[in-house]
Nanobody, 123 residues
Framework: QVQLVESGGGLVQAGGSLRLSCAAS????????MGWFRQAPGKEREFVAT????????YYADSVKGRFTISIDNAKNTVYLQMNSLKPEDTAVYYC????????????????WGQGTQVTVSS
């Protein structure tokens, strides 16, 4: 059974940093892409970043480019999202996702999802 478990969310002031983690288990993820999405209250889920399991390719939403960094530790089966210079508009539930045939920014192409972790940025 595939499990994606997010952690690292919390409350932070604008300009601060957080690092989210996503621990993946239950199958071999070689060849998969791992993504981060977020959903704010009253809004649709939106793409944040994605990385190939090899770590060789990354892709970011324009809204986070230059502030967020996605990375992967294959030995730990864990994906990270380092978030710097956080803004109140980054407030959302952040979800980890995995898929083997994804279109980076399209949530429907990901096969597995975590339960999410809340990130709140105060002004």
């Amino acid at each position: 059974q595939v499990q994606l478990v997010e952690s690292g969310g919390g409350l932070v002031q604008a300009g601060g940093s957080l690092r989210l983690s996503c621990a993946a288990s239950g199958r071999t993820f070689s060849g998969y892409a791992m993504g981060w999405f977020r959903q704010a209250p009253g809004k649709e889920r939106e793409f944040v970043a994605t990385i190939t399991w090899s770590g060789g390719n990354t892709y970011y939403a324009d809204s986070v480019k230059g502030r967020f960094t996605i990375s992967i530790d294959n030995a730990k089966n864990t994906v990270y999202l380092q978030m710097n210079s956080l803004k109140p508009e980054d407030t959302a539930v952040y979800y980890c996702a995995a898929g083997d045939r994804v279109a980076a920014g399209i949530s429907g192409t990901y096969d597995y999802w975590g339960q999410g972790t809340q990130v709140t940025v105060s002004s």
